[in-house]
């Protein structure tokens, strides 16, 4: 953050009484306040900031954000005290506002993804395109900054002083074009709300984080904020319309006046899904875009992709980008790490595959979409993570019994849980055919030894993620690795 800080009202902010101290940075978390610095106090999820305001007052915060609730929680400490006080009704609005007033740059040209499904993959393969197209770009996400500047992220999508801190600081390294997940999270919590984003995308929608949004409407209402509060007239709506929810979020964009693009196999859509044909290292996609037809080979596994690959043309285009030229791009995207990666293949040739698939439309939609590229079984070795929306691990397992054909049920992050009663809700949908191995490692050794010639595995749940977290310990483990080691082993390499 800036050395010489920032006043209040540079920040557009307003204190009771008009006070408007030189502040020297902000912060969400009390324990990171230092001198002079604004504390965000915002209403959580599980304790209001407001009881940390006397933690940050003894830190000498300069000023203190929040709403009237956490102002009341802290009203003794707050007598008296000679710095800025600044209520707001929706304190996490205007801190996203702060945050891009205080680090002032953000590269030109924002396109932000949400959707169940598909974020991390479009926002990658957004970022390929431009890069193809020679272009300085980043994607960030669930993979935390990746292209012309990299980063690490704790969040897929960051809480908004860290967020600008990144895009502040790849717009100094030249960065000008950003392709960013917008998480549900993200969307509710505001974390987006200071970001110029000039387009947007959706993909599908399922169950997830139904231990955070009270239901499947409240869950759709905090995606639909990127068509209905955060773009505007005239900015780029790219929506895949072959569902329901897909049509409703592309009539949202319409009463925006968006400049909306359509993906399905509709006739009516601006990227029209005519065929696909696969084989055993990808597919030929067949489509049209806006009424020209065209054919494109991808070296990418599973249908779905096509979906993501289309969306990320939309939002290249939208973003400015010439669309033959963007089209041209698309046979050179690679695999994001984790999404239907191959990762090991047996001498008898059987393949293994590793997948991010954690909730149950995905488990469906990487199993069913692995099913042409095979002709033998498709064995599946997963399980659900703890301290995460429990109701989505039945429909897990059940996802993996009606789609593969063989099941394994292992752990995926067991976190503070007891890891033998998730897999027992997952094994409650996998039915009774399924193999239960708890310990992860030895399960993809097992679903690597009943590849026969023909057969693929499918390794589900922890896709890039190089660590599994139990309790509150993190321990290495790399499912791709796993799948390579468990090859050379058995096939008596080592
Ligand atoms: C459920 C959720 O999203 N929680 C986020 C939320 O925290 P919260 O409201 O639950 O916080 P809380 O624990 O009730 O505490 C209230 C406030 O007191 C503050 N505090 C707390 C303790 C202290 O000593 N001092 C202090 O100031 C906290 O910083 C917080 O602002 O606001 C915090 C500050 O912005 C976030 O760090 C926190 O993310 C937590 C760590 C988290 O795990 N979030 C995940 C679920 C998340 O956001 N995931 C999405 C989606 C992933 C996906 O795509 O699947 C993501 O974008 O990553
Ligand atoms: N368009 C799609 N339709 C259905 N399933 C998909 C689609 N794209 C990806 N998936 C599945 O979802 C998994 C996660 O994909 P990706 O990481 O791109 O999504 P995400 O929305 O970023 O997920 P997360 O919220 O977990 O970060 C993939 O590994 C795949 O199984
Ligand atoms: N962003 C997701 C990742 C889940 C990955 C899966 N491996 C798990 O641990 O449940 C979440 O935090 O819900
Ligand atoms: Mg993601």
Request: hydrophobic fraction near 45%; include cysteine.
């Amino acid at each position: 953050m800036s050395e010489a800080g920032k006043r209040l009202s540079q920040l557009g902010l307003s204190a009771i009484g008009g006070r408007d101290p030189n502040i020297t940075g902000i912060s969400v978390d009390s324990r990171t306040v230092k001198p002079g610095h604004m504390f965000a106090a915002l209403p959580g999820s599980a304790i209001h900031g407001g009881e940390f305001i006397q933690y940050a007052l003894r830190m000498d915060a300069g000023a203190i954000l929040t709403d009237a609730a956490g102002a009341a929680l802290a009203a003794n400490e707050l007598r008296g005290w000679d710095g800025a006080l600044v209520v707001a009704e929706d304190p996490r609005q205007a801190l996203a506002g702060a945050a891009a007033l205080w680090f002032g740059r953000q590269p030109e040209r924002i396109v932000a993804v949400t959707g169940t499904s598909g974020k991390t993959s479009v926002a990658n393969f957004t970022r390929q395109i431009w890069q193809s197209l020679g272009l300085k770009a980043i994607s960030l996400g669930t993979m935390g900054v990746q292209g012309d500047y990299e980063a690490k992220l704790a969040h897929t999508t960051p809480e908004p002083v860290t967020l600008h801190r990144i895009l502040a600081a790849a717009a100094e390294a030249g960065v000008t074009n950003v392709a960013m997940e917008a998480s549900s999270h993200g969307l509710d919590q505001r974390r987006l709300d200071g970001v110029r984003i000039m387009a947007g995308a959706f993909t599908n929608f399922s169950q997830d984080h139904l231990d955070y949004h009270a239901g499947f409407d409240e869950y759709f209402a905090a995606k639909a904020l990127l068509f209905n509060h955060i773009l505007d007239s005239g900015d780029g709506a790219v929506i895949n319309v072959d569902s329901e929810r897909g049509r409703q979020m592309a009539d949202i964009a319409r009463e925006r006046d968006e400049v909306l693009t359509t993906i399905g196999s509709g006739d009516d859509c601006d990227f029209r899904i005519l065929g696909q044909r696969y084989d055993a290292t990808g597919q030929e996609l067949r489509f049209s875009y806006r009424g020209a037809t065209q054919m494109v080979r991808l070296n990418l596994i599973g249908g779905f992709q096509a979906e993501n690959v289309l969306a990320a043309a939309g939002l290249a285009i939208a973003s400015g980008c010439d669309a033959s030229e963007v089209l041209a791009t698309l046979p050179h995207l690679e695999t994001v790490r984790g999404r239907m990666q191959l990762v090991a293949q047996r001498d008898n040739g059987a393949v293994a595959f590793v997948d991010y698939a954690h909730k149950p439309g995905a488990v469906i939609a990487a199993l069913q979409s692995l099913r042409p590229h095979v002709m033998g079984r498709i064995i599946v070795v997963l399980g659900a993570g703890g301290d995460r929306d429990k109701g989505k691990r039945p429909l897990m397992g059940q996802a993996a019994r009606d789609f593969a054909d063989v099941v394994f049920v292992t752990d995926d992050n067991p976190r503070t849980e007891d890891p033998a009663s998730i897999r027992a809700e997952v094994m409650a949908g996998a039915g009774k055919d399924a193999v239960e191995i708890g310990d992860r490692a030895e399960a993809i050794l097992r679903g690597v030894d009943a590849l026969q010639p023909g057969d693929a595995l499918l390794i589900a749940g922890k896709g890039h993620e190089t660590g599994q977290i139990v309790g509150s310990d993190v321990f290495p483990f790399d499912d791709a690795e796993q799948a390579s080691v468990a090859v050379a082993a058995l096939d008596g390499k080592i």
